[in-house]
């Protein structure tokens, strides 16, 4: 199958979404500091350092997908989307499991899109949905 590889500002639009999904997961992490154990904390603030990695590695590495041209454009399409509608999710869930849930979710669809696995992205954006309506 023909690769092709995301375009820098495919990249950057991926790299902003998690950023502030990224950011989104730190803000409530402190928002909700005393309503934690130190263990949700820890795997909340691990979840956030290793989602602004991806964030910055999306823009540094040349990220390929084993798509053609076409079907790129829509997988970043949908990327960019899920990931909005994680942080959106992060703004809006009160409970702490879920918000674990969500961030392992956006985790696991940044290691995949790294991958340039298209089965491995289309699984991770489907878990990230579940995730979102859990």
């Known amino acids: ?17 998690y950023y502030e999904l990224a950011v ?21 603030g691990s979840y956030e350092n290793s989602l602004l990695r991806q964030s910055s590695d999306f823009n540094q590495k040349s990220v390929v997908l084993l798509l053609t041209a076409p079907k790129t454009q829509i ?32 985790f696991t669809l940044g290691g995949a899109i790294i991958s340039g696995n298209p089965k491995a992205i289309l699984d991770a954006i489907d878990e990230a949905i579940t995730a979102i309506n859990a």
């Not at 199958?1 to 979404?17: K, R, V």
């Not at 989104?24 to 909340?44: F, V």
């Open 24 to 44: 989104k997961i730190g803000n409530y992490r402190y928002a909700k500091w005393d309503d934690m154990t130190p263990e949700e904390r820890q795997k909340l």
């Open 1 to 17: 199958m023909p690769s092709t590889e995301l375009t820098s500002e495919q990249a950057f639009q991926i790299s902003q979404a």
């Open 75 to 106: 997988a970043v399409k949908n990327i960019t989307e899920t990931t909005k509608e994680l942080t959106k999710a992060v703004k809006t869930l009160k409970s702490i499991n879920k918000i674990l849930g969500i961030a392992a979710a956006a």
